[in-house]
């Protein structure tokens, strides 16, 4: 391979990773959490399916705030969706890395 080939070969490689890996990240990023339930052997009575819902919908909701924290160093997101300890924790998980 000539000098000049090899040139052009490592740039022309770096744009179509990049090309490649932009749209990916930016659909990964995009995509909620995916939250099962399984409330069937709930007691003392069974669960109402507007609860059920609200549930693996906030729960989602968590677990994304978390990896947006974690991703973008920032504990903002953490404080609509922790309170108490499990905040004071995650903050302080953070702001360590």
Do not use: H
Not at 56 to 79: F, H, K, P, V
């Amino acid at each position: 391979m000539t000098t000049k080939c090899a040139r052009l070969l490592v740039p022309t490689a770096a744009l179509l990773v990049f090309a490649v890996m932009l749209p990916l990240r930016q659909m990964l990023a995009d995509s909620k959490p995916v939250v099962r339930l399984n409330a069937a052997n709930a007691a003392p009575r069974q669960l109402e399916d507007t609860t059920e819902k609200a549930i693996a919908r906030d729960y989602g909701a968590a677990w994304q705030a978390l990896e947006q924290a974690l991703a973008g160093n920032s504990t903002a997101s953490l404080n609509d969706n922790f309170i108490g300890y499990a905040l004071e924790t995650l903050s302080r998980r953070v702001k360590d890395q």
